[in-house]
């Protein structure tokens, strides 16, 4: 059963605990009753994977060209831009998808334990074992890792630095589910908490933000940087810019957000301490406003 489709269940209310709706990080106590619904096995998907088929052997190439770090337990991979972690409606390839085309020789395909939006490039973790899986996700469950995040957004920050703390509510639109700032105690919402500084600006039309999440809600450096009045540049769906300003020239309009670098335990001992180089569109960002990364 694959990480992509174990969330479908759970967010679609297949998957209970005593009968009510659970999430991923739920954890089970002794003694509570768990249903699962009924599994198929898709033999068709079964002959292509043990025939590696083209495809496979393509994602199998992707995924060695996004490789940053690699040892008995653990993959990172610098995801790119555009590229979904799991599957759902209207998506094509994703990484979770891709990964069958990495099985073990024991048959063990590598396991997912945290997401990035789409749009979002960087660091991603991946398991090869069910074991460093499990110390992995409680590592995040237990906010034992330090995420770092690059931002190019509109404007300047009130702030050098601060600490950003609102309550977030995801909600269905005609346009995709979409994260407004609810109000403390509204329900269904959830506490973020975010951290930025300012590495550097030019002049006062724009920023280059370090950004670090406390919490891991979804689209929270998205929407905590319109909330200070920010917004990513080419944000799809909080970035709204005023008739008087427009991309400067050579600028994509495109989001420009990387999970630059993370720390995290082993799942044996030590850490892992990966960087990720910056996506094609922001390296040209950072060419044309004259930014230089020995400045962070």
Known sequence: LGFGHLQKLLRSGQIRVDGGRVKADTRVEPGQMVRVPPLEVDKKGESALTGHSIRNQGDADVLAKMLIHEDPKVFVFNKPAGLAVQGGSGVTRNVDDMLEAWRSQKGEKPRLVHRLDRDTSGVLVVARTRLAAMKLSEAFRARETKKTYWALVKGVPPKREDKISTWLIKEATPDGDRVRIAAHGEKGADHAVSYYRIIEQAAQTMTWLEMEPYTGRTHQLRVHAAYIGCPIIGDPKYFEADTNWDFPGGIQNRLHLHA?????????????????????????????????????
């Open 260 to 296: 630059r670098r993370i720390i995290i335990p082993h799942p044996d001992k030590g850490v892992i301490d990966v960087t990720a180089p910056m996506p094609p569109h922001m390296r040209q960002s950072w060419n044309l406003i004259g930014f230089d990364d020995a400045s962070a």
